[in-house]
């Protein structure tokens, strides 16, 4: 059965689901994108989501059709109308269609576009979560304001695609050598003194919502996070890697271009994270 999406006003069965050939995003990639977890019908860390869907907006001067407050009730409202028990709510705001395709945004009193889906997805119980998954590297092919979390994703497609051709659950993008992030994670190691280590937000990366959760509960713990970039040397000759996304919560890496990390097993640095954060999702979830 077609599950309802919501298309600028409107729930609809997903295939009537449409925006026009005009739509800016379609044509310019001119728009904005936020995915959130939903775990036992709620939703997780969804402030985070859309406090980071405002600053989005606002780098490119793209007004939200709609408030916070209502774009979380029609998100509510899409669970509700699925039955969503566990999955992810997508939601994507375009600078609307114009009447061609002119670059500069539209002069009219173009309303933006709001377009929302959801899809199922046991992130809790994912067998990889158990297994470890492995990644591939990649030079990162993208543009320099990766901390907007634009919908403009070829660059993710294309290395997303060689890690999967490749049977790798990732890909790292690397620049000037070191890692930046993973094709749609944020990337972690854990040192053999059990440092765990990302790199520091900037614009050469997505400020991702799950590594902000999970150092947050870390230092909670008095375990020991440090913001730095490291480099592929560095994350073979590491404890641990793992990888954190509201698509994947905290997911262990146990290989990188097929060569073994931390004896090619999770370890229990990401392990115990990943209990953690699953344990904040259950417990902060509206
Ligand atoms: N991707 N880095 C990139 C490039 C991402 O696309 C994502 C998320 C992250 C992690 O951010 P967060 O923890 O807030 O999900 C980091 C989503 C899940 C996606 O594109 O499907």
């Given at each position: 059965m077609d599950s309802i999406a919501y298309v600028n006003g409107s729930f609809v069965p997903l295939s009537d689901a449409k925006v026009s050939v005009l739509d800016r995003g379609f044509l310019f990639a001119d728009g904005i994108y936020e995915v959130s977890a939903v775990l036992d019908g709620k939703l997780v860390d969804n402030a985070s989501h859309l406090a980071r869907l405002e600053r989005s907006v606002g780098e490119i001067k793209l007004k939200l059709p709609e408030t916070v407050g209502r774009i979380t009730e029609i998100q509510k409202e899409l669970i509700a109308r699925n039955k969503l028990a566990n999955g992810l709510v997508y939601l994507q705001v375009t600078r609307g269609a114009d009447t061609g395709r002119d670059f500069?945004?539209?002069?009219?009193d173009v309303k933006s576009s709001l377009v929302m889906f959801t899809s199922e997805k046991d992130i809790v119980n994912a067998v990889s979560a158990k297994t470890g998954i492995n990644v591939i590297t990649v030079p990162d092919i993208r543009w320099e304001r990766r901390d907007i979390k634009s919908v403009a994703l070829l660059a993710q497609v294309l290395a997303k695609q060689a890690a999967a051709e490749a049977g790798a659950g990732e890909a790292w993008m690397l620049e000037d050598g070191f890692v930046t992030e993973g094709g749609s994670s944020t990337a972690f190691i854990v040192t053999q003194d059990d440092v765990i280590v990302t790199r520091q937000n900037s614009n050469a990366i997505l400020p991702g919502c799950t590594r902000k959760a999970v150092m947050a509960l870390a230092e909670e713990r008095q375990l020991r996070v440090e913001e730095r970039a490291f480099t592929v040397a560095e994350a073979l000759a590491a404890k641990e890697a793992f990888i954190t996304s509201a698509s994947s919560f905290v997911q262990p890496v146990v290989a990188i271009d097929g060569k073994q990390v931390g004896g090619g097993k999770p370890g229990p640095m990401a392990t115990r994270l990943r209990e953690i954060y699953v344990e904040f999702a259950k417990a902060t979830g509206v």
């Open positions: 500069p945004f539209p002069k009219g």
